[in-house]
């Protein structure tokens, strides 16, 4: 079945696609990536949505015209990615959309936050009305309704991916929130990765610049040990896992507050210490799943300063890049959601209780059909969920 993964991260920057021929062999499944496509939000709509992300406010017409232009970003994307990447052949669009609000309690009586709902923005019927294909999307609630944190979801994919790999691998994805999956299922949000370093970029440069470009500014700057070790009482960190957060919590308000006990700080330095904060937290989090190896993916892996920082931190344990063992690490997401939505299409869940906390697994997302007459492309029948994942 050819697949096609649309997802947006939390840096909120651009819609990515990824294309995949996916095949279910009796417990294996194997997936051939046939390529990928990006397009970034215009000027004005990633305006308007980082306007109403936390700490704003907006309003419900505000969410429906996002939840509108959002869909019709995908939509584009969308039809693009089967041109250019399917020959117009694909068979169904899992589509991630947009996260704009992730509804935790603020400390659970558990120990730690616990996830209430979830919004995720991009109206599937602009996917549907475009490209003709059926629509998988709005994955994470079904998770939440059963008990779970509704994320990390691409944890699933992960174990699936890294199955039989020796030692300890764990993956890490560097968004504007980074989390981590380990091989025993444990997953979870390791805190910020992207999402406070570009709140201090667009503070520092009056929104010229909307992150930390080659971490030019971080390598110019100097680590603040003061600033660092406030920024670490953080009660989310000490937090055990399954645990969610977003920029609900990190986000320009929050870094706000805790620079105001601090002054005279350059904004290289603060940005220095702010990508030192990701290395640190990260590090600290694989090792309390006894990592052997972290192989990393998202945004954050284009940052140089940031890579260097964690290396650092990871003390000897190898870091390496998704790429190597053949999934693209600015795509990876998009990849696990084409995942997501194929076990979707198969009646299959997508979802690991142990990575987040659901009280079961379950069959996620909703169904937006598509064109009058096209068949539903999965089967039901005779199919058991996969236990491993190979590329090919």
Avoid at 8 to 24: E, K, M
């Amino acid at each position: 079945m050819r697949v096609i993964g649309l997802m947006s991260g939390t840096s909120y920057d651009a819609v990515d696609a990824a294309a995949a021929d996916l095949d279910l062999d009796g417990d294996t499944l194997a997936l051939t990536p046939l390529g990928t496509v990006s397009g970034a939000y215009d000027d004005e709509l990633r305006a308007a949505l980082g306007s109403a992300l936390p700490p704003g406010t907006t309003t419900l017409a505000e969410v429906c015209r996002l939840d509108t232009r959002i869909g019709q970003a995908f939509a584009a994307l969308a039809v693009l990615a089967d041109r250019e990447l399917c020959a117009g052949r694909a068979e169904l669009v899992a589509s991630h959309g947009q996260t704009v609000y992730h509804w935790t309690e603020a400390a659970a009586e558990a120990g730690g936050p616990r996830a209430l709902g979830t919004l995720q923005l991009g109206q599937p019927a602009w996917i549907a009305e475009a490209t003709g294909l059926p629509v998988v999307a709005d994955f994470r609630p079904r998770d939440i309704a059963a008990g779970g944190q509704g994320a990390p979801l691409v944890s699933l994919v992960d174990l699936l991916w890294l199955r039989g790999r020796p030692g300890t691998p764990v993956a890490l994805n560097l968004g504007g929130i980074a989390n981590l999956t380990a091989p025993d299922g444990t997953a979870f949000d390791t805190g910020p990765a992207n999402a406070l370093i570009d709140a201090a970029v667009r503070d520092a440069t009056g929104g010229r610049l909307s992150y930390d470009v080659d971490g030019a500014l971080a390598a110019r700057g100097t680590v603040r040990e003061p600033l660092l070790r406030r920024l670490l009482t953080e009660p989310y960190y000490a937090f055990p896992a399954p645990k969610t957060t977003g920029r609900e919590l990190f986000h320009r308000g929050y870094l706000r507050t805790a620079l105001g006990e601090f002054t005279g700080l350059s904004a290289e330095d603060v940005v220095a210490t702010l990508t030192r904060l990701t290395a640190r937290t990260v590090a600290d989090a694989a090792r309390t799943v006894r990592a052997t190896e972290v192989i990393a993916s998202g945004g954050g892996t284009r940052n140089p300063t940031l890579m260097r920082a964690l290396g650092a931190e990871l003390a000897g344990v190898p870091l390496r890049l998704s790429d190597e063992l053949g999934l693209p690490a600015d795509a990876k997401e998009a990849y696990a959601f084409a995942v997501l939505g194929f076990l979707t299409a198969h009646g299959l869940p997508g979802s690991c209780p142990s990575s987040t906390g659901a009280r079961h697994p379950g069959v996620l997302g909703s169904v937006t059909p598509g064109r009058p007459g096209r068949p539903w492309p999965g089967r039901a029948d005779d199919v058991r969920p996969p236990v491993r994942l190979v590329l090919r």
